[in-house]
């Protein structure tokens, strides 16, 4: 329970963008799963160590976390936890450049989703392969990816996962040249984004 409690924090300092007490709170849960043999919760605080040194830019190390989380998911036959750790690889090799890799990841972690049901975390992936393509120049599979991400936040109601699909959608028509379409599409964003208060 106190490890759980700390994950917790380190997970809401990250949500505040204070990450050196994020990594703090979860490096001390990370000893403590350890100490009671809890690899599960060992693999979480890993990917919230993940995320934290991702967030400094601290990439190599977010990648080593990232891929002892991933070990142990795929030790103990954690599927969920398994998707999430190839999902903070994908993220950190694309803040690296390395889109290829970035994609492989985000590819894996795709097909887990979609094996397990879990269609916000797939329509994520779909997201983060879109993004992935964008920065490739490859437009038009960018566009194939962000539109099945949207229709999947559509169908289950995630509104700032469709503003996100929206936007883009728009970038990759503005790459494009199709002007009045990524309008549209970065339009619509906007409207959902003040209407659910996201001022950012």
């Given at each position: ?12 300092y ?39 040194y ?12 990232y891929?002892q ?10 599927r ?13 090799y ?15 972690s ?64 503005y ?5 009045p ?20």
């Amino acid at each position: 329970g106190e490890a759980n409690s700390l994950i917790g924090l380190g997970n809401a300092y990250y949500s505040l963008g204070r990450y050196p007490e994020a990594i703090a709170f979860c490096q001390q849960s990370l000893e403590i799963a350890r100490d009671i043999g809890d690899r599960r919760g060992e693999a979480n605080s890993l990917i919230g160590l993940g995320n934290a040194y991702k967030a400094l830019g601290r990439y190599q190390e977010a990648i080593a976390f990232y891929q002892q989380s991933l070990e142990i998911a795929r030790d103990i036959g954690d599927r969920q936890g398994e998707a999430n750790s190839l999902i903070g690889l994908g993220n950190a090799y694309k803040a690296l450049g390395r889109y290829q890799e970035a994609i492989a990841f985000h590819q894996q972690s795709l097909e887990i989703k979609r094996d397990i049901g879990d269609r916000k975390n797939e329509a994520a992936s779909l997201n983060n392969l879109g993004s992935a393509y964008y920065s490739l120049g490859r437009y038009q599979e960018a566009i194939a990816f962000h539109q099945q991400s949207l229709e999947i936040k559509r169908d289950i109601g995630d509104r700032q996962g469709e503003a996100n699909s929206l936007i883009g959608l728009g970038n990759a028509y503005y790459s494009l040249g199709r002007y009045p379409e990524a309008i549209a599409f970065c339009q619509q964003s906007l409207e959902i984004k003040r209407d659910i208060g996201d001022r950012r």
